[in-house]
C-alpha cells in the first residue's frame, strides 16, 4: 500500500511509547473508579508541580468537554462569555460550550485571530452591566494557540486578564495545543497560565502523544467544587479515569512533551521556510506553531489532491498541521509536489 | 502491603489481556479522527455480525454519556420517559440524562426492580397525551440488568416493548452490564435487543474487561442521524476513537466477554450460596448476575469494615459485585469475616 | 342561550370590578417599562406591608412561569428539589421547572396528599449529599394548598421549613391558591410564609379575580438578585408591567381578596355537604378549601356529561372546583342531578 | 406635576380606548382557560382573515417569550439560527432564543442593520453542512423593522427567504413593530409575510396600543404542533388567554392599528426633519419608522439630560421613539431644547 501523508491535524497520530507503557503499567490490580484512585492523585501532584502551583485537576476524554466543563465552573446562565469570533469554542465545537453553560458565546474581531485588551475593555464597556436585557459579562476565553497557529505573548495575556479582572470575569484558556504554546514562548506552563492571570485551563494531550487525555486545571480551589457535578451531569466523568490519570501523569514527568511539541512546530517553521520558497506561495498567517495557512496556486492545491496528501481547505486557502513525527519523506514530497504545480 | 479485596463495582477491575493489545495494536500509523477511521468501521461491522441486523455504533468512553446520547436520539424536550423508579438513569447519573434530552423521566415502581408492563400501561393510560400541561411519552428506558442485579426475561422485555410500541413509544436498553445479561440468560444479543423491540441499546464493555469504551448501538438507521450532532454537543466525540473503537471490535469478536461475564455471575452465585448459609444473612434481592444484595447481622457488618473488603452499603444492605477474575482468597476471607462475626 | 355551569377551575372566571377598575385606571399617562415604574413600586410596598416583611416581588402573567422563576431562584442546574410526588410543578407544568432550573424534581410520597417531615428527613438522609453522581439536594417545595384541595397547618409548613433548612434547603411555596389557605387556615400571609420558614413564594392571583397576574415574593433579598436575569431570559418580563402590577397592588390593598377566597371555600364546603349525603358519593380527600374530589355512582356521572356542567374527571373521580361567584342555581342543578342519578 | 414627555420607547404608552373596552368586554361570564376559548377562536379567525392565508395563532404576554417560541418551533437543539448582529434576539433578549431553542444565534453583519441575501449564501456556503462539528442551519431570523428603524422591502424579505428556504431553511420574523413596517411599505400583512416566504411571524401589538399581547402567527400548519407544549414548558401559557386574544382580535378588526403606527411614522418623520435642520445634528440611520437615532453636539444631549425629556442613548448617539399619541408640545419642546444648545 503506497504511503499516505496526513497533515489534516496532529490528531490523527498515535501515542507516545512512554504514553502507552503507562497505560499498560496502570493495568495492574484494582483502583477506586470515577477518579478517587492514587493514579488520579500522582497525577494532580505532577501537575501541582509542574504549574508551581496549587491545582484542582479533572481528567477527561474529550476536548470539548474539557472546554465546556472549565467554561461552566466560571459562567451563569444568564452569563456572557467572551472570545475572539475565530475561537474553537465559538466555530467548532458544534454549540457544546453554551449547552453546558447556558450562556451565550459574545464573538470579538481581532487581528492575528486574536483578542486585543482594547477591544476587550470597549465590548465591556458597552455591555450592558446590570440590565436584564442584555445577557451579563462572565469570563473571558483565551485560545492559545489560536485555531490559527498563532500566539499570544505572556504581556498579551497578562493584558487581557487585566481587563477581565478589573471587569469582574474569569479568565478560561483553551489549551488544546498548550504543548506547542509553552515550546515555541519558551516559557514556563506557570507562566502562561496562572502568572498572569488564568484561573482555568483545559489542557490537552491527546494532539502530542497521548490517547482522548485531556485536563480541566483549576488555580482557584473555589472555582473546582462545582466541576465533579458538572462533569457527571456533562457526562464527563470516567469510570475507570486511572487509565486518563495515568496518562497526564506521565505526560508532564519529564520533557518528552516539549521535545515532541517543538519537534512539530520545527517541522511546521521548515515545511513554511521552504514553501513559501515557491512563487505564488504565501502564508496567511504567521506560523508560530505546528500549523500552516497557505494560499497556493490552483494549480497546486489540485496537484495536492492527485496526491498521497490529506489536508483541509478552508475555502481558499489551505491547512497544514505538522506532527512531532510527521514523515520528512511526505513533507519532501509534498514541497515537491506544490513546486512543480506552481512552476509548470 | 497487604491485599484489599475490592468488591464495590467491576469497574474498579483492569482490561482484559487482549482488549489492551488491541490498544496497543491501534497504535500503529495515522487515522482520521473523530470516528471516521477504520477501526471504527471495522467495529460496526463486528457489531452488525455479532447482533445480526444492520447497526450504527457509535463508540463513545462515558456510560453515563451513552445512555444520554441513546435517550435523546428517542426525546424531545417536553416528553416523558418512562422507567423504574430504581433505574441508574433516574438515581446515579447526577441527572445527566435529563440535561441532555431537555425531557423528564418518570419513575415507576415494580417488584424486583422491574417495570412491568401493566404498570406500564396504566402509566401510559394516565399520561394525558394532547395535554399541553403534561409532559408527553416518548420513550421508554429498560435497565438489563436492573441496578440491582435481577434481569428481565427476553419475555419480559417482548412484553414491555409491545406496551411501548403501542403507544408510540420508542425504547432504549441501558445495557451496562450487557454482557452478563446476555451470559445469564443464555440468549444471543439479537434476542435481548431489536428482536424484542430494543430501538437502541447502550452497551458498556468497562465494566467487563475494556477501558472507557461504551457503544451507542442503534438499530433503526432514522434514529442515528442526530446522532453525532448531539454527540458533538454533549462533549462525547472522541478525538481518537480508534482507540475505543478498536476496544469495541475486539470485545465482540470472540466468546471472551462472555466467558468473562459468565465467571463473574458464577463468583457471585458462589459467594450468594456460601453467605446465605451463615444464620441471619439473607438476600435482599435474587442474584441472577454478579451482583449480591444482602443484609447481615450488625456485628457481621462491623468485622467487614475492620477487615480488607472495599463494598458499598444502602442503608442497611450490604452490596457485592463481582468480577470476573474476583480473587478466590478474597472470597474465602470474606464468607469467612462474616460467618465469624456472625456466629460469635 | 342555555347557561352552562362550569366548576372545571377557578380560572374560569372573570376579573373583579375593583381589578378591571385598576387596569384602567393605570392606562393614564407613560410609564417606565419592564417593571421599573410606580406601579410596581406601590405594588412591592402594598407587599412588605401585607407580608409585615422586606419583600422583593416581580410581576409576572403566567403561574407555571411564577413556579419556575421562583425555584429557578434557588436551584442549581445538578440540584435536587423535593415536592410531593402530586405536586402541580410535577405533573402539571410540562417539565417547565426542570427547564427554567435544569434541575430534577424528586418526588415524594405522602398521605392526604402532603409532604410529612418524617418522609424528608429520610429522603434526605439518604440523597448522597457529596456524591457526583447524585443529584444534590437544593429546595423544598410545598404546594399550599395542594392540587388535591388539601391543606398545611402552619405547624405543618414550620416542620418542613425546619427539617429543610436544617439539611441546607431553600424552601418554595407555590401558592396559587394561596387566598384561599390564608382564608381557610385564618392566619396572616406572614403567618404562612416567611414566619414558618418559607423563602420565596409564587403567589397566584388570576384563580381568584385577576386576569393573568401572579408574583413571586422573595422574602431573601439575596435570593432576588439573579430573577431579573432569570426572568427576561425565560421571556417572563413584561413590557407593560404596570399592568399587571396595579391588579397586585389593588388585590392586596383591602380584604375584599380574602372574602372572596371565603365565599369561594365556602361554597365548596356547602356543596359537599349537600353531595355526601346522597347514597354513593363520597369524598376522595377532605375539602378544606374551594376543591372537592369525589366519588359517585356511574348513573350520576352519566348524567353529569349530559347536563348543563363542566367539570374535569380524574380516573374513576369528578373534580369541582368552586369560583366565588359560582352561580346558586348551578350549584343546585348539580346536586339535584347527582341525586336523581344516584336514586333512580 | 410638569409633565415629562418620553421618548424612550413606545412601550411606555397606554392601551387605546378599543382596546380597553375589548378586555372589559371579556369580563362576562366564564372561559375555558389556556387558549381553548371562543375569544382565541375568534381571534385566530381574524388573524386567518387579516393574513388571507389559514393561520395557527398563539397568544402571549411577553414579546422576547414570542420571539422564542416562534424560533424554538423551527430549531434543533445543535442548530445554527442566522440573524443580522445587531438583531433584538441577539442583543436585548437575555439569551432566551438561546435558552428556548438550545442553539445558537449566528450574527451577521450588513448594511442599514439588515441582512443582505449575498451574505446569507456566503454564510451558508461556509456552515459545513454535515459536519458535526459545527452548528447546522436551521432558521432565519429576519427583524422587521430592524432594532434601529429600518425596513426591508419586500423585495428584500423575498430575496432573503428565496435563499434561506432553498438551502433547507425556515424563516422567522420578529415583527415587534409589525404594524410600523405594514404602515410605512404601504402593503398587506399577507404580502410582508407567507407570501414572500416568512414561515412564522412574531406579531407584538404591545407597542401599538395594545397590553402585553404578543402573537405567535404560524402559517405552515406542521410547524405549530409542538408549540403548546414548548409554550407550556416555557411558562408562556397563559391561564386567561381570553383577556389577550379579545385584545389580538380587537386589534386587526378594523384600519385604527394601521392608523395609529401611520401617526406614530409620521411624528419621527416630522420630529426627523426638524432636528436634522439644527447644525450639528444628523442621523445615524434613515428614519423609516418611528425610530430616530441621531447624532447631536454634546451641549445638545447636555441640554436634554436637563430637560423634562426620557430617552436611551446608545454610546455616542441619542435615540427618539415616538408614539401615536406622543405629545405635540413635547416634540416642539424637544426641538426647541437642541436648537438652542447647538447654537448657543
Known amino acids: 500500500m503506497e504511503p499516505v501523508y496526513d497533515l489534516r491535524s496532529d490528531n490523527v497520530g498515535g501515542a507516545a511509547p512512554e504514553i502507552l507503557e503507562a497505560i499498560v503499567a496502570a ?15 500522582r497525577m494532580n ?7 508551581e502551583h496549587d491545582v484542582q485537576v479533572f481528567p477527561l476524554s474529550s476536548g470539548t468537554g474539557s472546554n465546556s466543563i472549565g467554561l461552566a465552573a466560571l459562567a451563569n446562565p444568564y452569563g456572557a462569555i ?3 469570533e475565530t475561537a474553537h469554542i465559538n466555530t467548532y465545537e458544534c454549540g457544546a460550550p453554551e449547552f453546558f453553560m447556558g450562556a451565550k458565546l459574545v464573538g470579538l474581531p481581532g487581528a492575528g ?6 477591544a476587550l475593555e470597549e465590548a465591556l464597556a458597552l455591555a450592558g452591566r446590570g440590565n436584564p436585557t442584555r445577557v451579563q ?33 474569569r479568565v478560561h484558556m483553551d489549551g488544546a495545543r498548550f504543548a506547542n504554546a509553552v515550546a515555541a514562548l519558551r516559557c514556563s506552563p506557570a507562566e502562561l497560565t496562572w502568572r498572569c492571570g488564568v484561573d482555568v485551563l483545559s489542557l490537552g494531550a491527546t494532539k502530542n502523544g497521548a490517547i482522548n487525555a485531556e485536563a480541566v486545571v483549576v488555580f482557584d480551589r473555589a472555582l473546582a467544587q462545582e466541576i465533579p457535578y458538572r462533569m457527571k451531569r456533562g457526562g464527563q466523568v470516567l469510570s475507570k479515569a486511572r487509565f486518563v490519570s495515568a496518562q ?12 515532541r511539541a517543538r519537534q512539530a512546530n ?8 521552504r514553501l513559501t520558497e515557491i512563487p505564488g506561495v504565501t502564508l496567511v498567517a504567521p506560523v508560530e506553531i505546528n500549523m500552516l495557512f ?3 496556486p490552483d494549480a497546486a492545491v489540485a496537484a495536492l489532491d492527485r496526491g498521497p496528501f490529506r489536508y483541509y481547505k478552508l475555502g481558499r486557502d489551505v491547512r497544514f498541521v505538522c506532527r512531532h513525527d510527521q514523515e520528512p519523506d511526505g513533507m519532501d514530497a509534498l514541497v515537491r509536489c506544490v513546486r512543480e504545480a506552481a512552476l509548470s
Request: proline share 5%.
Open 248 to 259: 497526564l501523569e506521565r505526560y508532564l514527568a519529564d520533557d518528552r512533551w516539549l521535545q
Open 266 to 273: 520545527t517541522n511546521a517553521a521548515q515545511l513554511a521556510s
Open 113 to 118: 485571530f486574536k483578542l486585543a485588551p482594547a
Open 45 to 51: 501532584a505532577r501537575f501541582a508541580s509542574a504549574f
Open 27 to 41: 493495568n495492574a490490580g484494582t483502583a477506586s473508579p470515577y477518579g478517587d484512585d492514587d493514579y488520579t492523585r
Open 137 to 169: 459579562p462572565f469570563a473571558l476565553n483565551i485560545t492559545q494557540p489560536t485555531d490559527f497557529g498563532t500566539l499570544y505573548t505572556v504581556a498579551e495575556i497578562a493584558a487581557l486578564c487585566e481587563v477581565a479582572h478589573r471587569h469582574g470575569l
Open 82 to 84: 467572551y472570545c475572539h
Open 294 to 296: 497557505l494560499r497556493m
